[in-house]
């Protein structure tokens, strides 16, 4: 019994889904299809990607997880590869899975007796039927193709195993020849047939003329396997599928040779979404993807469909603004369905319902009156495409709310240039307002730029002002983390008094001059409300 959504469940699924009208209106003529069999090739074709390579230990650990995911069938290696390899599949063979495990096998007697050592009972044989590999690769006419393909079929068969036969590189083959193969295998008794589109060539249209073609010469069931070459592995296995197909080979997160291989997770969630068709349980998508890249060392890219980090993810003011409200404007389903979160990034493209949002999840009040000084910090900090998180709008809020106590600006810094190199002592020159009409400039060096601009400005406003403490961190820890600073200053207006001052940015040099600033300005309020 699969391990998927109850009837119930998907009920409750169908609520989270907001898709186009029209591709019901166009499946109007097609003959729906009920059961749709899910065979996992991400052990086998994904592990073959370069740079991946799976340990025993990883292997079973992905079996169990696509195994309770609620695959069909796993294909779990190729097992005349070597003893190791037979070694895994006869471990998962004996593992009592919901899901058939399957081995690779070319079209050799050798090969299917390496399976039925594992115990395993299901093969999945293959040979190459268009010309170029035929006359290439195989250096075999098409009459010897056939017969070895038959061959392999009735010895595997005789061994009481369960046979899938593929017809290698069948989008490149001839449709009279995949015929005459498919109904040869037919009838030595293999149980289902394998098109796959090798090299990923061809396109929709022509795969659900391929398999259309085949449905009606075949009694047995059609699968597909599709690679990503030309980006159209997905569309192509839900074409196939229209056209009569009930088998999908797929990969976790699209991985396997060269482009990869049609993605699980987008084929699942297209087959639930646009044809009522469930194969898997949803809701662990997205803890399967997360460990299947964790385990193969294959990062999935941020834009990837349905488990990319920014599959959910909203930055644009105007987006953020119709998903606080209903999220399915802006996503095809809520992200729960697939076990995924959905996130809101503070960034360039943020509006003011973008960090209240953030702000409301985070559980802090803040004064609706500064959201427009919030909103155009964000903006400052994030214009060079730094997404800010949550710990950096935490340190922006409470800058913004410690500087309520300043309303006054009595020192304003007008102008800040800063020369600084390697073997250059940096030169920091300034042009400051005291009071709204003296206007002071001055120039200073020091031992690097933080330490020329505050010489400057102490010259400015008084060179009796010293640097009690000054304090630098990285928000994240991270390179291109908003910094914090904090200064402690003394004597700003000859009184020995100390004042403190705050403030965050990207650039140090600039954080560190508005955090002296604040102090200053800080100490000048003092000494007018005294």
Not at 225 to 236: E, I, Y
Not at 284 to 300: A, H, P, W
Not at 357 to 362: A, I, T
Not at 508 to 525: C, G, H, L, P
């Amino acid at each position: 019994m699969k391990k998927q959504q109850t009837s119930e469940s998907a009920k409750n699924l169908e609520k989270m889904l907001a898709v186009s009208p029209y591709n019901q209106l166009a499946l109007s003529g097609v003959d729906p299809i009920k059961d749709v069999k899910i065979f996992d090739t991400t052990l086998r074709d994904g592990e073959q990607a370069p740079g991946i390579a799976l340990s025993p230990e990883d292997k079973i650990r992905i079996a169990l997880a696509l195994d309770d995911l609620g695959v069909d069938i796993i294909e779990a290696g190729f097992a005349a590869s070597g003893e190791t390899e037979k070694e895994i599949i006869k471990e998962l063979a004996k593992s009592n899975l919901d899901a058939k495990v399957c081995s690779l096998a070319r079209a050799v007697k050798s090969d299917i007796d390496a399976i039925i050592d594992t115990g395993a009972g299901f093969v999945h044989t293959f040979i190459a039927t268009s010309n170029l590999h035929m006359e290439y690769k195989l250096k075999m006419t098409p009459d010897q193709v056939k017969a070895k393909a038959v061959e392999t079929v009735e010895y595997a068969k005789a061994h009481g195993m369960e046979v899938q036969f593929s017809c290698e590189d069948a989008t490149r083959s001839d449709m009279s020849f995949i015929k005459e193969m498919v109904v040869a295998v037919q009838d030595a008794g293999v149980d289902s047939v394998n098109i796959p589109d090798t090299v990923g060539v061809i396109t929709p249209r022509a795969m659900s003329y391929l398999i259309g073609e085949l449905k009606s010469t075949l009694r047995v069931p059609i699968s597909v396997h599709c690679h990503d070459d030309m980006g159209l592995a997905v569309a192509n296995s839900i074409a196939a599928v229209e056209a009569g197909a009930t088998i999908c080979h797929v990969c976790m997160n699209g991985i396997g040779e060269r482009s990869g291989n049609a993605a699980l997770e987008e084929v699942a969630v297209n087959l639930f979404a646009n044809y009522g068709i469930q194969t898997v349980d949803l809701s662990k998508i997205g803890q399967v993807s997360k460990l299947v890249e964790r385990v193969t060392g294959f990062n999935i890219a941020g834009n990837k469909s349905i488990v990319g980090r920014n599959a959910f993810a909203h930055e644009s003011g105007i987006h953020v603004h119709g998903v606080m409200s209903n999220s399915l404007t802006y996503e095809p389903f809520k992200p729960e369905m697939v076990g995924a979160d959905r996130e809101i990034v503070i960034g360039k493209h943020s509006g003011a319902h973008s960090i209240q949002g953030r702000l409301d999840k985070l559980g802090v009040e803040f004064p609706a009156d500064h959201m427009p000084e919030l909103l155009a910090t964000v903006k400052k900090i994030a214009v060079t495409g730094k997404m800010i998180d949550d710990a950096e709008l935490l340190a922006i809020v409470d800058n913004i709310i410690w500087k309520r106590g300043t309303k006054t600006k009595t020192v304003s810094l007008d102008e800040l240039t800063v020369l600084t190199g390697k073997n250059t002592t940096s030169t920091a020159v300034v042009t400051v307002t005291v009071d709204g009409d003296d206007k002071r400039t001055a120039a200073d060096v020091g031992v690097g730029p933080v330490d020329a601009a505050i010489n400057a400005i102490k010259k400015a406003i008084n060179d009796k002002i010293t640097m009690e403490e000054y304090k630098l961190s990285a928000i994240t820890g991270k390179s291109d983390s908003i910094c914090e600073v904090t200064v402690m200053v003394k004597n700003v207006r000859n009184d020995g008094a100390l004042s403190v001052g705050k403030a965050v940015g990207l650039d140090i040099v600039e954080t560190s001059v508005d955090a002296m600033m604040a102090a200053i300005n800080r100490d000048f309020a003092r000494k007018r409300n005294a």
